[in-house]
């Protein structure tokens, strides 16, 4: 069965620039969730999605969004980037009733 | 504030030493708890999980964590670690938080390991 398959595993972009980043999770799964890793923060929680619904979100701005689609895919956007932003961004997929399956995740720099 | 607590940041060993790397929780409640592991360039992995039942739970790669629920520990435990170790281990605990679930981390522990 094939796992969490982020993409792209590696993105630069400008600082005011704008960039979305996908997740297809492991098949059946409904449940997708989005991190972000940073050295100085550790993992800190963005979003998750269940059947196209945002259920729950972490404590990040505006700039950070998602969705997910009917296939469970799901895509997350920043815009107006910041330096800061820099990061890998891990997405986890999860059945019903928890266990969860990380991707490779998307490395991401603004210059 | 509720969270998880890995209290070493880095740890380092000879081949051969044990290891106890600890996890305190502060959520009331049903928790499911997880050790993942994180090889350097690589993503997480899921080491071992707790859901319910013996709380001495083994994981992969001779692995295991005993799950204290009066003292809300999780701590990861390995009889005599190999070079092959060397990596970041995160505990993290599922728990209901504000109404929905959330899987939150702990800050990492960096474990080295000398040949």
């Known amino acids: 069965k094939a796992g969490v398959t982020q993409t792209p595993r590696y993105l630069i972009k400008t600082r005011g620039q704008q960039v979305t980043l996908s997740c297809s999770p492991i098949s059946g799964h409904r449940s997708v969730s989005w991190y972000q890793q940073t050295p100085g923060q550790g993992l800190q929680f963005l979003f998750e999605?269940?059947?196209?619904?945002?259920?729950n979100k972490g404590n990040f701005p505006g700039r950070f969004s998602g969705r997910q689609f009917s296939n469970s895919r799901s895509e997350m956007n920043v815009s107006t980037l910041e330096l800061g932003d820099s990061a890998l961004y891990l997405c986890a997929s999860s059945p019903t009733g928890g266990g969860y399956t990380f991707g490779s995740g998307t490395r991401l720099t603004v210059v | 504030a509720q969270s998880v607590s890995q209290h070493n940041h880095h740890v380092i060993l000879s081949e051969a030493a044990s290891l106890e790397l600890g996890c305190n929780y502060s959520?009331?409640?049903?928790?499911?708890l997880f050790w993942y592991v994180q090889y350097p360039g690589q993503h997480l992995q899921l080491l071992l999980k707790?859901?319910?039942?013996?709380?001495l739970v083994k994981g992969i790669k001779g692995f295991e964590a005993e799950f204290i629920k009066s003292k809300f520990s999780f701590n990861l435990r390995k009889p005599s670690v190999q070079w092959s170790d060397t990596a970041e281990y995160f505990c993290a605990v599922n728990a209901w938080i504000q109404g929905a679930q959330k899987l939150v981390f702990g800050q990492g522990t960096r474990l080295t390991i000398n040949p």
């Open positions: 707790y859901f319910s039942g013996d709380p």
């Open positions: 959520y009331g409640g049903t928790v499911n």
């Open positions: 999605y269940f059947s196209e619904t945002q259920r």
